[in-house]
T-cell receptor
Framework: EAGVTQFPSHSVIEKGQTVTLRCDPI?????LYWYRRVMGKEIKFLLH??????QDESGMPNNRFLAERTGGTYSTLKVQPAELEDSGVYFC?????WGQGHYEQYFGPGTRLTVT | AQRVTQPEKLLSVFKGAPVELKCNYS??????LFWYVQYSRQRLQLLLR??SRESIKGFTADLNKGETSFHLKKPFAQEEDSAMYYC??????????FGGGTRLMVKP
């Protein structure tokens, strides 16, 4: 079974540019999460999809960040325009059905974003 | 608000020595706690969760609600245990809150 995949593994862009990160969850997983770790800080929650719907986007830092999950499969996270403080590692995770109990979140390898 | 604190950024021990990675939390509800591990060049993976009360790779962790702690322990550290360890709390909305992480270095 393929794990959670993320693309690209590393992105270097200039301040003001746009970057789109992609996450492919494990097949059949309804839940998809985005987290990020900026330099020297904790891994922080950004948002949670259940299928194609945003269940919780309380962690999104501002309106420069836009996440989508059309069709309830893969997800994209767009940063437009990127700022220096957006640099960090963006993780995606997925877990099984939403409902009774909590299921293990499986993490992708992360995308390292560097804004110069 | 929920919070997870790992007071040690780095813990260095010799092979065979006992290991304890500290984790304290604050949460108004009934906590569900996890330890995640990230080995060099690998992705973050679940090590253990408090509800299963199991031992994985020799590691155990006991939830102490009185002290709001979930410390990770291993009686005899191995070199292959060297990694970043993250304590995390899962809230009712399935959101994980992570501590800052502790880098464990096991020296030969």
């Amino acid at each position: 079974e393929a794990g959670v995949t993320q693309f690209p593994s590393h992105s270097v862009i200039e301040k003001g540019q746009t970057v789109t990160l992609r996450c492919d969850p494990i097949s059949g997983h309804d839940n998809l999460y985005w987290y990020r770790r900026v330099m020297g800080k904790e891994i922080k929650f950004l948002l949670h999809f259940v299928k194609e719907s945003k269940q919780d986007e309380s962690g999104m830092p501002n309106n420069r960040f836009l996440a989508e999950r059309t069709g309830g499969t893969y997800s994209t996270l767009k940063v437009q325009p990127a700022e220096l403080e957006d640099s960090g590692v963006y993780f995606c995770a997925s877990s099984q059905r939403w409902g009774q109990g909590h299921y293990e979140q499986y993490f992708g390898p992360g995308t390292r974003l560097t804004v110069t | 608000a929920q919070r997870v604190t790992q007071p040690e950024k780095l813990l260095s021990v010799f092979k065979g020595a006992p290991v304890e990675l500290k984790c304290n939390y604050s949460y108004s509800g009934s906590p569900e706690l996890f330890w995640y591990v990230q080995y060099s060049r690998q992705r973050l993976q679940l090590l253990l969760r408090h509800i299963s009360r199991e031992s994985i790779k020799g590691f155990t962790a006991d939830l102490n609600k009185g002290e709001t702690s979930f410390h990770l322990k291993k009686p005899f550290a191995q070199e292959e245990d060297s990694a970043m360890y993250y304590c995390a709390l899962l809230n009712a909305g399935n959101m994980l809150t992570f501590g800052g992480g502790t880098r464990l270095m096991v020296k030969p």
